[in-house]
């Protein structure tokens, strides 16, 4: 074991504050990864507040990790000292079920191993995340970054971008399709720019018209306020797919009938409360409501790799590890555009 610098969280609702972990010698299979950047995805403020009731202390959080390879477990084939790396939301599963199997480690029959919040597969040992200085993890959940790519940028894709990028793929937009997205936030604006990408004709839905520059920019051919009453009259059966990216409440019983018949929302927001339904919405165009989590180790790559193909990254604002604290008062008000990354230089 080796004494790591990081920030953590002592108990629910305390600030963030320095913290010394330890990270375990690598074993045969292992990278050790010296952390240069990740990124602040909202669940981490939900994490680290208990707001879901699954937390524990003390707790590192971060899962949009992307740093340098410095050393290797002696049977490691797929990296090497100097590659540069990203390690999202989880960092190992049982590899026997059927979803393992298939590639889909985020819904591990057994429990995938979160990359905080967790414990590794020995059952007790805490997962410490991405505020701190390293990390390691086994090589079959370590992820090649693409070289164009700015480090910074590119540290929220390891979930805000795979969040959005695998419903648009599991559910197979094609160029043409009429798409529209729910909330212009971390993942919204991501979901934006990766239809866009694949061809989608994109609508961003939104409360206000503060970002309606921005939806156009990222690639949206148009922008809704949803203030407007006549929405949810002009725009009934317009849609052949929704991303619902909403962090907050909404009533999706007022979008559902946007879908056309037989298409799909998909939910990737995790609101604090319970929602509720009304049925008739899907009932009556046989409409489909869905949700995803994030994505597996293939297809996270093949996400990366397109991000590659396409230069999409994500629009961040960079902070120091001093910082953390008040980014989190700020993404709760909404007041980021679009995803806080840690230089966790700043924390050495």
Request: proline share 5%; aromatic share 8%; hydrophobic share 35%.
């Amino acid at each position: 074991m080796h004494p790591t610098k990081s920030y953590a969280a002592a108990a629910a609702n305390d600030p963030l504050n320095p913290y010394i972990i330890q990270r375990r010698e690598p074993g045969e299979y292992d990278v050790v990864i010296d952390i240069q950047y990740c990124g602040v995805c909202h669940s981490d403020v939900h994490q680290v507040r208990n707001e879901w009731g699954n937390s524990t202390f003390p707790m590192v959080p971060g899962h949009e990790i992307i740093g340098k390879v410095v050393k290797i477990g002696s049977s490691v084939s797929r990296y090497k000292v100097g590659d540069i790396v990203g390690v999202g939301c989880f960092v190992d599963s049982c590899c026997e079920c059927h979803p393992c199997q298939e590639g889909l480690q985020q819904y591990c029959e057994n429990g995938a191993n979160l990359t905080y919040n967790g414990v590794e597969r020995d059952g007790k040992t805490p997962t410490f995340g991405g505020y701190s200085t390293q990390i390691v993890v086994n090589e079959k959940y370590v992820l090649a970054i693409p070289s164009n790519l700015p480090l910074d940028q590119a540290a929220p894709l390891l979930c805000a971008g795979i969040t959005t990028y695998s419903p648009l793929r599991q559910w197979k937009v094609k160029p043409g399709d009429k798409v529209g997205i729910i909330g212009l936030g971390g993942l919204g604006h991501m979901a934006v720019k990766l239809a866009s990408a694949m061809g989608a004709e994109v609508t961003v839905l939104s409360t206000s018209n503060k970002k309606k520059e921005d939806a156009i920019r990222f690639g949206a051919k148009h922008f809704i306020n949803t203030k407007d009453s006549k929405t949810f009259v002009d725009y009934v059966n317009y849609f052949d797919f929704m991303i619902n990216t909403a962090a907050g409440n909404i009533d999706l019983s007022q979008y559902l009938p946007l879908l056309k018949l037989d298409k799909t929302m998909v939910c990737v927001g995790a609101p604090e409360h319970p929602s509720t339904l009304n049925v008739f919405p899907l009932i009556m165009k046989r409409r489909r409501l869905a949700g995803s989590l994030v994505g597996g180790i293939p297809e996270t790559q093949e996400m990366l790799n397109f991000c590659g193909e396409h230069n999409i990254t994500a629009e961040i604002e960079l902070i120091t590890i001093d910082k953390i604290n008040e980014a989190y008062e700020r993404m709760i008000k909404s007041d980021v555009r679009y995803r806080f990354v840690i230089d966790i230089n700043s924390l050495r």
